[in-house]
């Protein structure tokens, strides 16, 4: 388990990847896995760094690991205002391919098992089994691909559950 409170610094999170990237190959996540959680986790550092401590080097981000043989959760919890992730327009909607927002939340949702915010909305929780593989397409709805055993964690059949959320709007978690 890591626990570990950070800068607001782009490098110090850059590091703190790697350290948890280093925990998940040991303990058998193959490169699909691992790819999932890196592209995850560095867009909720960054939204940590970046839109909810606004730069503030006086501001931390407080990041937790678990990296056990079959599950992944990481918790991102930064010092700013925190948001609404469900007032975040939809960056695959037609009138909004060309904006600049809302991507990275979409990537995090597509290649993790499950994403939810605290009602705060300065707090992300995202939960990756190891047999999940990588999702077949990227938006709002999406598939996993999965070549997971039978008995895995990852559901009955073996196939990786569709993501699941914590929170679709206010007052959820």
């Known amino acids: 388990m890591i626990q570990k409170s950070i800068p607001t610094d782009l490098e110090v999170a850059r590091r703190l990847t790697e350290e948890i990237l280093g925990q998940a190959r040991a303990a058998g996540y193959d490169e699909d896995a691992c790819f999932a959680i890196r592209l995850s986790l560095e867009e909720a550092l960054i939204n940590a760094i970046k839109h909810g401590n606004k730069f503030d080097r006086s501001r931390k981000v407080s990041v937790s690991a678990d990296v ?34 809302g991507r990275g939340i979409m990537l995090m949702r597509a290649y993790m098992d499950e994403v939810g915010y605290n009602d705060r909305g300065n707090k992300v929780r995202m939960v990756k089994h190891r047999c999940s593989g990588l999702p077949t397409s990227v938006g709002q709805s999406t598939v996993h691909s999965s070549g997971a055993e039978p008995e895995s964690p990852c559901g009955p059949s073996g196939k990786t559950e569709p993501a699941r959320h914590f929170r679709h709007g206010p007052g959820r978690q």
């Open 68 to 101: 056990g043989a079959d599950l992944t959760t990481i918790t991102v919890i930064d010092e700013g205002d925190g948001f609404d992730p469900s007032s975040v327009p939809d960056p695959t909607a037609d009138e909004n391919l060309e904006k600049p927002f």
